[in-house]
């Protein structure tokens, strides 16, 4: 593990940022993992990875820069430890979570800025001012990457692109 990736399994200290969702296990296997209810699925937290790149990743969906498919797999394979994490596609015994991304846009951004910011602090309490610099650094690109979304965005594109303002019918 890089010196940059706390984890939450091995830091029971932090509290790391979870999403909720609705799984489904099948013989002691994830087998669904859904943004909205599921038949036989019940509600469940599912941790946000510890790993940056995936949270960059995480912080661009949250942001409708990115498309990419959300995925999570079971923390442990063996015992009897039944915590889901978010993972990187083609990961052994991931599964697509079901369900558009869109849905969570909000609360998958304000926790994956959390998840960066809890790192930071945790490396900051190691004594690793420097890898903490690198977490707060990310929080900070995020959150002025969500701003200039915000900016982005014109009357005519929240109106559907229909010239309407300053006409009259």
Request: glycine share 10%.
């Amino acid at each position: 593990m890089d010196a940059m990736e706390p984890h939450p399994a091995l830091a029971p200290a932090v509290a790391w940022p979870t999403l909720g969702m609705w799984v489904r296990w099948e013989s002691g296997r994830l087998d669904l993992v859904s943004l909205a209810p599921a038949r036989d699925a019940q509600a469940d937290q599912v941790l946000l990875p510890c790993d940056p790149e995936l949270l960059i990743q995480l912080g661009k969906v949250s942001l409708g820069s990115s498309q990419a498919g959300l995925y999570a797999v079971r923390l442990a394979q063996e015992g009897a430890d039944r915590r889901v994490v978010l993972c990187r596609r083609g990961l052994e015994s991931a599964v697509r979570i079901s369900g558009t991304g869109s849905s969570i846009a909000d609360p998958l951004y304000g926790k994956t800025r959390a998840a960066m910011l809890a790192a930071g602090r945790e490396q900051r309490a190691a004594g690793k001012q420097d890898e903490a610099a690198q977490w707060s650094a990310m929080a900070r690109q995020l959150l002025m990457a969500k701003r200039s979304a915000r900016r982005g965005r014109s009357v005519r594109t929240v109106s559907g692109g229909l010239p309407t303002l300053g006409k009259r019918g």
